[in-house]
Structures are given as C-alpha cells and as structure tokens.
C-alpha cells in the first residue's frame, strides 16, 4: 500500500510542476506578442505621421509646380513682347534708313583737309572710320546649308552666293533684291570654278572672285578669278607652313580674304600653336603681299573678322552659341585707341555666323547664321588722329 501512495505523490507533484512550466511558457509568449502589438502601432503610427507629411509635400510642390508654370508663361509673354518690340523697331529703323543715303567714308573736302596730316602719316589711304554701332538688322531669307557665305561685290550691285564650305560652285544674282524673291538658288547665274573653294574666306573686288584653295598633300593657294572672262587671272602660294583654322569656332576657314576702302586683306594663322591672327596686306593685282601684322587678336573662341577702313573686327563667341560680339580690334595705321574701340553685340538670333564680309560701298555686313541671310547697317564716327 505504501508504494502505492507514493508514486501517486510523486505523479501530482510531476503534474503540478509541468503546470507551472506551461503557464510560464504561455505568460512569457502573451508578453512577447503584446510587445510585438505595442511595436506595430508605433510604426503603424509613424507611417501615417510620414505618409501625411508626405502628402503635404506633394501639395506644396504642386503649388510650388504651379506657380513656375505661371511665371514661365508670364515670361514667355514678356518675351515674345519684347520680341515684337525689337521686330517693329527694327522695321522702323529699316525705313529711316531707305529715307536717308549711306555716309561715304570720307568725303572730298574732308580729304583735302586731311590729305596732309592723314597722308603723311599713312601714305595709303583716307579712310578715317571706325564702326559705332550696328543701325539696323534685315533677316533677308533662308536658303542652303548651316554653314555658307554671301557678299557683294562694292563695284556693281551683284550678289554672289557660296553655298556649305567647300564646292567648285558659285551662285550670282543680279541685285540684292533678285536674290531675296528668288526660291532658293534657282534663277541665279550658276559659276564653275576651275577647282574647289575651300572654307569661307573667299572676296569678291571689283570684277574679281579671290578664293582659298585648299588640296591634301600641297599647299594652300590663293586664286584670283576673273569673273568677265571666266578665267584664272593669278594664283599665289599661301605665307604659312600648316593649315590651321584661323577662327577656332570655324575650323574650315584656313584663311579669310576681306575687301574694305583701303584694297585686299588676308586674315590667317601662322600655325597650330600661334594663338593670335596674324594679318596680311594684299596687292590685289598682283597678290604679293605688301606687309604683314600680328594683331594681338586670340584666335580662341574667335568666330569671324572683317576688316573696315585698315581695322580689323574680331567677333567671338562661345561653343555653346550665344551672342556674338567684338571683343578685339586691330588699327594698322595705330589711329584706333582703346577707349574709342566699340564693343559690339550682334543681336541673338540662331546659331553664330559662319561668315561676315563688309561691303565698304553700303557702309553693311553680310552675315550667315546657321542658314539664315542677314543685312547689318553700320553706323560710323571718324578716327581719332594721334
């Protein structure tokens, strides 16, 4: 009987204590698990706390969104405002500039009472001006390739086109105004050259076309043409060892040949590593070259040069284009001091010009910009003699 009673003892105590270790087990897991809870409800709460910071974010950057739509359109008003401005401004100015004639560099009895002083101290020339300002601009068609050049001959009112920036073909037009209500090229007088333009430096004076030719494996020549005949007048072997650009935003130009008052000028580079454009005063029936200069003028970011009254106008620009203007000019008779050198801002319209070539007759410059012919009347004043 005894052992009996003492394996059931032994049983309950066995039972009893297993209770006890379940029901711990269960207290330790109910706590965890409320933990768990407490845990998600704070996140829970922090989710809702971001999420509502976050729609009060988009709803400020929707005002915020808004409210730059609306200043972009009030700008873009405003601009398209000024733009009507400065169009009917320019029409006006284009008007009061068929009522009044173009200024003659010099007139006769301002060369009288100059020839003393201005002869003897050039013994060249009378032409005593430098450009002020640009007066008016006239946006005259759009016709060819990107890059191009077009000028007109100061002898007779003949245009001549050269199209991209190279080719052995010339468009001549009649006038200014055959060229603009022409369509296109068609209805011009289509001139072959005996061999290729290369760039866009090329001159047209009085009855002559003066071109670059540019071959691989020779030398850079300078051709007169004589456009009467139809024939080559004379050639000449180009002053430099290389074939570098003499504009470093027009790599095609090796050399850039311009016509003004005083005869023929030769823009070019001596070489890859000289940083300036040098200049060269051409004997235009003959092309010997009569004096050379450096005009201190850095071929870097340089976009074009023309050359006025014995001045030479560097105009530059940046590769990303934006408006082009005179930075560096160059008076070989010294008469140009820094204080009277203008600087000049071409008015922004579309690209940057592949070329400008300065008709001294008209007192103008023909430009093309990324395709686009464009007129710029110039205003004068006279030199300072020093």
């Given at each position: 009987m005894k052992p009996v009673l003492v394996l059931l003892v032994s049983t309950a105590w066995t039972f009893t204590g297993a209770q006890y270790y379940y029901q711990g087990l269960m207290d330790y897991l109910e706590n965890r698990l409320l933990a768990i809870e407490d845990r998600m409800q704070f996140w829970h709460g922090q989710l809702h706390r971001y999420h509502t910071e976050l729609q009060d974010f988009k709803k400020v950057t929707a005002q915020a969104m808004d409210g730059l739509k609306n200043g972009h359109s009030m700008l873009f008003k405003d601009l398209e405002g000024a733009r009507l401005r400065v169009d009917r401004v320019e029409r006006e100015m284009d008007y009061v500039e068929t009522q009044t004639s173009p200024r003659a560099c010099a007139n006769k009895a301002d060369k009288v009472l100059e020839q003393g002083a201005w002869g003897k101290k050039t013994g060249r020339s009378y032409c005593i001006e430098i450009i002020s300002g640009i007066r008016s601009v006239k946006i005259l068609?759009?016709?060819?390739?990107?890059k191009g050049m077009w000028t007109r001959d100061p002898r007779s009112s003949k245009v001549y086109v050269f199209n991209g920036t190279t080719g052995d073909k010339v468009y001549q037009f009649n006038s200014v105004p055959d060229f603009s209500s022409s369509p296109g090229?068609?209805?011009s007088r289509q001139i072959k050259l005996p061999s290729d333009w290369s760039g866009l430096g090329s001159a047209v004076y009085n009855g002559y076309l003066y071109y670059i030719k540019q071959e691989a494996g020779m030398e850079v020549q300078v051709v007169?043409?004589?456009?009467?005949?139809?024939s080559v007048s004379d050639t000449a072997m180009f002053p430099v060892d290389s074939h570098a650009a003499v504009y470093n935003l027009n790599p095609e130009t090796v050399a850039d040949l311009a016509a003004d008052d005083e005869g023929l000028w030769l823009l070019y580079a001596t070489s890859d590593s000289e940083p300036n454009i040098n200049l060269a005063k051409m004997d235009p029936a003959t092309l010997d070259i009569e004096q050379i200069w450096d005009t201190r003028c850095p071929r870097e970011n340089a976009e074009?040069?023309?050359?006025?009254?014995?001045?030479?106008?560097?105009v530059y620009n940046t590769r990303l284009t934006s408006r082009s203007r005179v930075e560096c000019v160059f008076d070989v008779n010294d008469m140009v001091i820094s204080e009277e050198a203008p600087l000049l801002y071409f008015p922004r319209r579309y690209g940057a010009h592949a070329s400008l070539k300065y008709n001294p007759e008209e007192k103008q410059l023909y430009g093309w910009d990324d395709g686009y012919q464009i007129i710029y009347r110039l205003t004068m004043k006279r030199k300072l003699l020093v």
């Open positions: 068609k759009r016709v060819g390739s990107p090229v068609s209805g007169k043409y004589d456009l009467l005949s139809g074009v040069a023309f050359v006025v009254c014995g001045t030479v106008y560097v």
